[in-house]
T-cell receptor
Framework: GAGVSQSPSNKVTEKGKDVELRCDPI?????LYWYRQSLGQGLEFLIY????????KSGLPSDRFSAERTGGSVSTLTIQRTQQEDSAVYLC??????????????FGAGSRLTVL | TQLLEQSPQFLSIQEGENLTVYCNSS?????LQWYRQEPGEGPVLLVT?????EVKKLKRLTFQFGDARKDSSLHITAAQPGDTGLYLC??????????FGQGTTLQVKP
């Protein structure tokens, strides 16, 4: 597609349930990023996939969070046993250029998660 | 630990005023980027600065990268209501990983 697509755009869940958030990156982009953003705040790094290399998971806040990227394309961010503090907008981005000063990220519109 | 400190975090000014947003770090980055984000959307890249001391201009916006490649500034001349939004700086590691600052919310009143 022309841009990064994320689904669902909005998700309301009950505390303790599991949720899956999906990201379809731009075709041909080898790098994929997940960030979390609270209202009006900056982006908190979660995880970074770069080609076939092992992902950088250093930003995942707890073992309840995991992410996969299948076939070098679509990625799923899974949050198990959701807590109220997990409520935020989860943003996905992809880029073509790796390890370069010209690395240009294209972001999706985000998935807004609300945990009741 | 916040690797990139942005200031101010919130700025409310009148149309026509000038402003500067700062992005500071103790770390060296291979490059630094500035993004703008509007409500309900993802951030959109404004500029990338790569060389220490580099200055780039985008219409009324001027971006500067510090000589040591640890800090940057964004200056807006004669701000307009259309400039309202969240401005984010991001440091780029040589691995391609991006670390974002906390953001600066700018409100320009007509």
């Amino acid at each position: 597609g022309a841009g990064v697509s994320q689904s669902p755009s909005n998700k309301v869940t009950e505390k303790g349930k599991d949720v899956e958030l999906r990201c379809d990156p731009i075709s041909g982009h080898t790098a994929l990023y997940w960030y979390r953003q609270s209202l009006g705040q900056g982006l908190e790094f979660l995880i970074y996939f770069q080609g076939n290399s092992a992902p950088d998971k250093s930003g995942l806040p707890s073992d309840r969070f995991s992410a996969e990227r299948t076939g070098g394309s679509v990625s799923t961010l899974t949050i198990q046993r959701t807590q109220q503090e997990d409520s935020a907008v989860y943003l996905c981005a992809s880029s073509r250029v790796l390890g370069s000063g010209a690395n240009v990220l294209t972001f999706g519109a985000g998935s807004r998660l609300t945990v009741l | 630990t916040q690797l990139l400190e942005q200031s101010p975090q919130f700025l409310s000014i009148q149309e026509g005023e000038n402003l500067t947003v700062y992005c500071n770090s103790s770390s060296v980055f291979s490059s630094l980027q500035w993004y703008r984000q509007e409500p309900g959307e993802g951030p959109v890249l404004l500029v990338t600065v790569v060389t220490g001391g580099e200055v780039k201009k985008l219409k009324r916006l001027t971006f500067q990268f510090g000589d040591a490649r640890k800090d940057s500034s964004l200056h807006i001349t004669a701000a307009q209501p259309g400039d309202t939004g969240l401005y984010l700086c991001a440091g780029v590691r040589n691995t391609g990983k991006l670390i974002f600052g906390q953001g600066t919310t700018l409100q320009v009143k007509p």
